[in-house]
């Protein structure tokens, strides 16, 4: 029996996703309970890692991140006993390998059971045996996710996870009330950011919309971010017809020390 004050923990964060209701067959993990884990711990010695916590290395964003999920893993390799999706960050990728690789060392200098593994390969595990693999493969698409919190795990066996420690980060997006059917609160660390978390809250109502993400040349004003993004939702209407009209030229762009916000409605 494991003694209460050794738990089996690990660091990572809480992905949020349009998630499928239909998905293949195997033993999935719940929404609440799927995360990309940045260091795994194994069973510690509790106190020891509660007291080092007074040292945990603060990450240098402050606003999670973006991206899309872009393939199907299947894990390990050769002997695969569960299915996961590959997260693709974009350019924010290097600040998460970077500071993944921060954590590693602290928890080595604490002297902390880490168990190192390969390359960190940042992915949100699906599901775990049984399952239909060709089936995961053929019905996947690509898919917006963000990263909500950065949470310290505590694993409770069958599939169910426990957040027991969370470091606060703004998330990239968050829906808002209002008078028409889409309302969100964007934030982030600069206008590009402003306009990368505004497209992924787009493809969270219609994530077809995946496919036609763009990067703009110029960026100085958030009615550019505006523009930029109503090219976007043109292009696509076009090719596909979406269930929006257009970003409301509505709002003015706010900033609290390093973070900008702004609220984008959209015409419907």
Excluded at 13 to 23: G, H, M, S, T, V
Excluded at 49 to 55: F, G, H, N, P
Excluded at 116 to 121: D, L, P, S
Excluded at 128 to 147: E, M, Q, V
């Amino acid at each position: 029996m494991k003694s209460d004050e050794n738990k089996r923990v690990f660091f990572g964060l809480q992905i949020d996703a349009p998630w499928p209701e239909n998905l293949p067959a195997g033993e999935l993990l719940a929404e609440k309970d799927r995360h990309a884990t940045l260091a795994f711990l194994g069973d510690v010695h509790f106190p020891l890692l509660k007291s080092a916590l007074a040292r945990f290395p603060p990450p240098p964003f402050r606003v999670g991140f973006c991206g899309r999920f872009d393939k199907v893993l299947l894990l390990p390799p050769h002997h695969p006993r569960l299915v996961a999706w590959n997260m693709q960050f974009g350019e924010e990728i290097q600040k998460l390998i970077d500071y993944q690789t921060l954590l590693s060392t602290w928890l080595k200098k604490e002297g902390l059971i880490f168990n190192k593994k390969h390359n960190f390969t940042p992915h949100v595990t699906m599901c775990r045996r049984p399952h239909a693999l060709r089936d995961w493969k053929k019905k996947f698409s690509p898919l917006p996710f963000i990263t909500t919190h950065l949470h310290l795990y505590e694993s409770l066996g069958q599939l169910r996870y426990q957040p027991i420690w969370s470091y606060p980060l703004l998330p990239p997006f968050k829906e808002i009330d209002h008078t028409a059917d889409f309302g969100f609160e964007i934030f982030g660390e600069s206008l590009l950011h402003l306009f990368s978390h505004a497209q992924i809250a787009l493809c969270f109502i219609f994530p077809p919309l995946i496919d036609f993400l763009i990067t703009p040349s110029r960026l100085e004003t958030h009615e550019d971010v505006i523009i930029a993004l109503n090219e976007l939702v043109s292009h696509a209407d076009i090719e596909l017809g979406i269930p929006f009209k257009a970003v409301s030229f509505h709002g003015n762009l706010k900033q609290k020390n390093t973070i900008y916000s702004w609220e984008m409605i959209l015409d419907v």
